[in-house]
């Protein structure tokens, strides 16, 4: 360990602000010295005990629980102190200051956690699920990065790690000793694990951008001509006013974005400027960030109106650029004498709604429900990363030309895209990261965890 990581460190582990109970942590070597100056005498290990706290010239300042966990039975691996005080911010910052004086220093976010990970205590992915647990906005995402935290995510990823190997062993059987690998029995060592493996990064990538949009939130761009009743859409989404609605074309000049959430799965809504033909550059500039929003879309919802409800195929207008995917929403079923449904063509859903009365609301939720996952009940959703979905996309970029003829006619080549693909899955682990990728993950962590 570098002098740095072997400081020991201090911080108050609860939120800011006034609160009953407020939590202090330190991690180190310096934490039973600093214990018996701070909650004499000596604390038994992992037993809650009442203690006083005092300063440096003895005087009380403070009473409470306080834990004490030698390493390496410890969250971080180290010694650790806990110390469950009343939750004056004043009051806990001074006993911070007190640790630092007697040798701590100041943690810096992510820390203790960045030390669980470094004392293998934890993997990074697991890591990572520390903070999605904490951050969680939904409880069916604090279930899923429970998971992660436990380990499922991981121990799915060690599997696919072994399938690889033991793919790649066989190949390298075939390179070293040609003459004594029957191809048959190179066959059965290589194809059986390699088509796991594929199938499993597969599977493991659809769950990775479930659990993204779990832990970041699914994005939706509701979109149209102008006057089609996309502010009124949002506003029925929300269940409250939160766009500004008029019959005047063009009311809606910026994208606005809501919150809200379906079922468990966060969304981010925008609503966006009419697309049409027009010469204003306030329009123009409007339009542009409407454009924007469809790019960064995981999901938009094509408002049109049911004007056409009658037609087998309604005239739609062209979305620039193309959607990630898209549900067609046709409005105002309650002026044409249309009914609130759904058809589907195409593999589009097209949903006939009335966002003024309400009438399909709850199909057109059923729509977005299928179309982003949020019906999905899988019992080993975890939460993820847009780094693990990268990971995993490129591992099965690796994986997916390995065919007969390819690996016959060069199998280097094929125990080489084995070895990428095993070092892009173990990268999601945390294995040979980088210093610059640690200090980028853990400095988004709350200080104290």
Not at 93 to 105: E, M, P, S, Y
Not at 297 to 313: F, G, M, N, Q, Y
Request: net charge negative; glycine share 6%.
């Amino acid at each position: 360990m570098t002098a740095r990581a072997a400081d020991t460190i201090a911080a108050v582990a609860t939120a800011a602000g006034q609160a009953a109970i407020g939590v202090v942590r330190v991690s180190g070597a310096l934490v039973p010295q600093i214990l018996a100056r701070l909650t004499p005498p000596a604390m038994p290990p992992r037993v809650a005990s009442y203690r006083s706290i005092r300063d440096l010239d003895g005087n009380v300042i403070d009473c409470g629980l306080v834990l004490f966990f030698p390493a390496p039975y410890s969250y971080t691996g180290e010694d650790v102190a806990e110390l469950q005080l009343h939750g004056n911010p004043v009051l806990l910052a001074h006993v911070v200051q007190l640790a630092c004086t007697l040798g701590a220093r100041p943690a810096r976010p992510g820390e203790f956690s960045e030390r669980a990970y470094r004392n293998g205590k934890l993997d990074l992915a697991q890591a990572e699920a520390v903070a999605d647990l904490i951050t969680s906005r939904s409880l069916r995402a604090a279930r899923s990065a429970v998971r992660s935290l436990t380990g499922e995510f991981s121990e799915r990823v060690d599997a696919l790690i072994a399938d690889i190997l033991a793919a790649r062993v066989a190949c390298e059987a075939a390179l070293d000793f040609p003459d004594d690998t029957p191809a048959e029995l190179l066959g059965a060592a290589l194809w059986a694990p390699l088509e796991r493996a594929r199938a499993g990064v597969r599977n493991l990538l659809a769950n990775a951008r479930q659990g993204v949009r779990l832990h970041s939130g699914a994005t939706v761009a509701i979109v149209g001509a102008p006057n089609v009743g996309k502010s009124t859409l949002l506003n029925a989404l929300a269940g409250r006013a939160c766009a500004i609605v008029n019959d005047r074309p063009g009311t809606t000049r910026d994208v606005i974005e809501i919150d809200i959430e379906l079922d468990g799965l966060p969304l981010r809504v925008s609503d966006t400027a009419g697309l049409h033909a027009s010469s204003d550059p306030i329009e123009l500039e409007g339009m542009t960030r409407a454009r924007a929003a469809i790019a960064r879309a995981d999901l938009v919802l094509l408002v049109t109106t049911a004007r056409e409800s009658a037609s087998p195929e309604p005239a739609l207008p062209p979305l620039e650029p193309t959607p990630a995917s898209t549900i067609v929403v046709h409005n105002k079923i309650d002026a044409y004498a249309g009914c609130a449904e759904r058809r589907d063509r195409a593999e589009v859903p097209h949903v006939f709604i009335s966002a003024k009365t309400g009438a399909g609301i709850d199909l057109l939720r059923a729509s977005l429900r299928e179309r982003l996952g949020a019906d999905s009940d899988d019992e080993h959703e975890s939460t993820a990363r847009l780094r693990h979905v990268d990971a995993l996309s490129r591992a099965a970029h690796e994986l997916a030309p390995l065919d007969e003829p390819r690996v016959a006619q060069a199998p280097e080549l094929a125990a080489e895209s084995l070895r990428r693909a095993a070092r892009e899955l173990a990268a999601i682990r945390g294995d040979d990261s980088s210093e610059s990728l640690l200090g980028e993950i853990f400095a988004r962590f709350c200080i104290g965890k």
